[in-house]
């Protein structure tokens, strides 16, 4: 059983559409995969009907954009799409998403680098949410960088000067949500690029986090050995998974994944809000 809990399509910052994506997972050999796209469950119903048709196991989910001293991201898994109010959250992070990126190609543009608002929008036609990636797109193909690593490391990273926030919900509310809505919360890559203090994810296991992404492309060794002692301290499920963004970054899909065990263990959690799709 080989499974990939965290995957994105071109509902938000991946370069495949949904169908793609299951298609990529069936290739690599997978035979349980997750859709989390950004603050969307837009990808969902095409997704869900890829694996039918190609025999894999769909997990609907979602990676959540939330607040704080540095940023934290959520992964929900198999909770109500419907639910108002986790709805609305995943909506307002949406929709602020735009006068943001129209606000950071406005500080490019006035430094010359070759890029409008049009142009971005353009490299996202099939996107619910906008995000600096497709800013990126729009900057490679402008001739302005190599590819969206470059772009981030140049011009669209965190510490940048052309960096803007976004509305993001507050992690303690957005654990909470999740649950409220059936899911299942565990934090992504809490070593990467967006370290999480390991504070911060005591506190989220008091309030009802399942789990940590442990086995990331962004965590070293040493991260996973010590991610992996923070989670038996604190009665954590630990997953993998690759963080597929297509093209859009190095990792194929299926190059870190989670354990069978654990997997049965995330989803027994779940409080039947929306079921796992079994082909
Ligand atoms: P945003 O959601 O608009 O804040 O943009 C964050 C997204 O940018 C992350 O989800 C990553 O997918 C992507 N990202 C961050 N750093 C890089 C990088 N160096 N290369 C490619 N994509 C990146
Ligand atoms: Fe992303
Ligand atoms: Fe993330
Ligand atoms: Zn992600």
């Not at 996202?124 to 772009?151: K, S």
């Not at 490391?153 to 965190?158: F, Y």
């Not at 301290?233 to 190095?250: I, N, V």
Request: aromatic share 4%; with cysteine; net charge negative.
């Amino acid at each position: 059983m080989r499974i990939d809990l965290h995957t994105h399509s071109s509902a938000s910052d991946g370069t495949e559409p949904p169908a793609g994506v299951i298609g990529a997972a069936a290739e690599a050999g997978l035979d349980v995969v997750a859709l989390t796209d950004h603050d969307t469950t837009e990808g969902w119903a095409e997704a869900a009907e890829a694996a039918r048709r190609l025999g894999l196991t769909f997990v609907p989910g979602a990676e959540l954009s939330c607040v704080g001293r540095t940023a934290v991201h959520l992964l929900a898994y198999l909770f109500d799409p419907d639910d108002a109010e986790l709805a609305r959250e995943m909506a307002w992070a949406r929709d602020d998403r735009v006068p943001r990126a129209e606000e950071i190609v406005r500080r490019l543009a006035a430094d010359g680098y070759p890029v409008t608002l049009e142009a971005v929008l353009a490299h996202a036609p099939d996107a619910a949410t906008l995000g600096r990636p497709h800013i990126a797109d729009a900057l490679v193909a402008a001739g302005a960088f190599a590819d969206r690593n470059e772009a981030f490391e140049q011009v669209l990273h965190d510490g940048s000067p052309y960096y803007v926030g976004h509305y993001a919900v507050d992690p303690h509310r957005a654990v909470a949500l999740v649950r409220a809505a059936g899911g299942v919360p565990v934090l992504a890559h809490p070593r990467g690029r967006k370290g999480v203090p390991d504070e911060l994810v005591a506190a989220l296991a008091a309030e009802g986090l399942a789990g940590i992404e442990v086995d990331h492309p962004e965590h070293s060794a040493s991260d996973r050995r010590a991610l992996r002692a923070l989670a038996a301290d604190l009665g954590l499920l630990t997953t993998g998974s690759s963080d597929y963004h297509g093209t859009g970054k190095p990792t194929p899909i299926g190059a870190e994944t989670t354990d069978p065990e654990v997997f049965d263990r995330l989803v027994a959690q779940a409080r039947g809000a929306t079921a796992v799709v079994v082909p």
